[in-house]
């Protein structure tokens, strides 16, 4: 939460803020507003105690309708800004938006369930832009994966390590990640990443159908599922 790269803490900037979107939207309402790149402790609860009476006040005055955050994933792997939130004021937030995937699950182990269990929405940044689109890159991380102990050495093949998941309705690597990032009950958005209109086309024929076959989820599952590690 900053404004020219230092943390915001005057609850007039954020109604600037609010006023600038509704203009630049050319609406009178903003579904959701997120907190951007919530951090974690003391500056968490700075968030919460100057800032976030302000949400509630834009909320009553019809600009807003959901209040929420997003996380600084790449700084924070481990979610400990969403299980912050989750734990000590779940009944703040509306919407959460985290980052949930084939390399990156560890979300499921305490986020995702705390969501559901207080009925938070999930926005799921799920756009696959960096290893799994690149062959030679994720079959780097796999092999240093494996050097680390973090998956078996003989759990995939060295070259095209995840191929065995491109099959039936699965038509690449890419379409199997998005399908995987839909696929758990606390997910309620996920969203993608393009540059082109091809891409955009991709990922949505990707989520129509949003689920893995059942065997091939449990493997990914079984073999990433415990790896805490921004990939």
């Given at each position: 939460v900053k404004k020219d790269d230092k943390p915001v803490s005057d609850v007039h900037f954020l109604y600037e803020s609010v006023e600038t979107s509704l203009r630049r939207l050319r609406t009178d309402c903003i579904d959701i507003m997120l907190f951007h790149g919530m951090p974690t402790h003391q500056a968490y609860q700075d968030v919460v105690d100057r800032l976030y009476p302000g949400m509630e006040r834009l909320r009553e005055q019809g600009k807003i309708r959901f209040t929420g955050f997003s996380e600084p994933y790449a700084k924070d792997p481990q979610h400990k800004g969403v299980l912050t939130g989750l734990q000590n004021h779940p009944k703040l937030w509306d919407v959460l938006m985290l980052k949930y995937g084939i390399l990156n699950q560890i979300a499921a182990r305490e986020a995702l369930p705390l969501a559901i269990e207080y009925d938070v929405g999930i926005m799921n940044v799920a756009a696959v832009r960096i290893k799994l689109p690149d062959p030679a890159?994720?079959?780097?991380?796999?092999?240093?994966?494996?050097?680390?102990?973090?998956?078996?050495?003989?759990?995939?093949?060295?070259?095209?390590?995840?191929?065995?998941?491109?099959?039936?309705e699965v038509d690449s690597v890419i379409s199997a990640a998005y399908k995987f990032a839909a696929d758990h009950p606390a997910i309620t958005t996920v969203v993608t990443g393009t540059a082109t209109i091809v891409h955009l086309e991709q990922n949505a024929a990707a989520l129509e159908r949003p689920v893995l076959p059942a065997e091939d989820k449990d493997r990914v599952i079984e073999l990433f599922g415990d790896i805490v590690e921004y990939a």
């Amino acid at each position: 939460v900053k404004k020219d790269d230092k943390p915001v803490s005057d609850v007039h900037f954020l109604y600037e803020s609010v006023e600038t979107s509704l203009r630049r939207l050319r609406t009178d309402c903003i579904d959701i507003m997120l907190f951007h790149g919530m951090p974690t402790h003391q500056a968490y609860q700075d968030v919460v105690d100057r800032l976030y009476p302000g949400m509630e006040r834009l909320r009553e005055q019809g600009k807003i309708r959901f209040t929420g955050f997003s996380e600084p994933y790449a700084k924070d792997p481990q979610h400990k800004g969403v299980l912050t939130g989750l734990q000590n004021h779940p009944k703040l937030w509306d919407v959460l938006m985290l980052k949930y995937g084939i390399l990156n699950q560890i979300a499921a182990r305490e986020a995702l369930p705390l969501a559901i269990e207080y009925d938070v929405g999930i926005m799921n940044v799920a756009a696959v832009r960096i290893k799994l689109p690149d062959p030679a890159s994720l079959e780097e991380l796999m092999a240093s994966w494996k050097e680390r102990g973090d998956i078996p050495v003989d759990g995939l093949p060295e070259r095209k390590p995840l191929d065995w998941l491109v099959h039936g309705e699965v038509d690449s690597v890419i379409s199997a990640a998005y399908k995987f990032a839909a696929d758990h009950p606390a997910i309620t958005t996920v969203v993608t990443g393009t540059a082109t209109i091809v891409h955009l086309e991709q990922n949505a024929a990707a989520l129509e159908r949003p689920v893995l076959p059942a065997e091939d989820k449990d493997r990914v599952i079984e073999l990433f599922g415990d790896i805490v590690e921004y990939a």
